[in-house]
């Protein structure tokens, strides 16, 4: 049972990228998924988070109008579209499953998710 993140790289200002959280070992439309990310020095924010249930999303402030999350069944894969990009969404993404929910939605609460990816770095600089 794992979740594996890909995508990162380097983009410029007001350029796009796309992650993908691959799962395996579990149905990603039945749990809860999440992406976070840290900057060096700072805590573990989470992004955005769609439920299992009714797919329902959450996102953080920061990111509203820009990011989308979405997930594709068939692949078993959730992604986080991210336009506009800008210097202060540089870190290392990660992607996490919430694999025993005791909520019907999804949460930003970093506790609840039970299982982790290694992270995928977006870095976003002229």
């Known amino acids: 049972v794992q979740v594996v993140e890909s995508g990162g790289g380097l983009v410029q200002p007001g350029g796009s990228l796309r992650l993908s959280c691959a799962a395996s070992?579990?149905?990603?439309?039945?749990?809860?998924i999440a992406w976070f990310r840290r900057v060096p020095g700072k805590q573990r924010e989470a992004v955005s988070c769609?439920?299992?249930?009714?797919?329902?999303?959450y996102y953080h402030d920061s990111v509203k109008d820009r990011f989308t999350i979405s997930r594709n069944n068939a692949r078993n894969t959730v992604y986080l579209q991210m336009n506009s990009l800008q210097p202060d969404d540089t870190a290392v993404y990660y992607c996490?499953?919430?694999?025993?929910?005791?909520?019907?939605?999804?949460?930003?609460?970093?506790?609840?998710?039970?299982?982790w990816g290694q992270g995928t770095q977006v870095t976003v600089s002229l």
């Open positions: 996490a499953a919430d694999l025993r929910p005791m909520y019907r939605d999804c949460s930003a609460a970093e506790h609840l998710y039970t299982n």
């Open positions: 769609i439920s299992g249930n009714d797919g329902s999303t």
């Open positions: 070992g579990f149905r990603a439309n039945d749990y809860h």
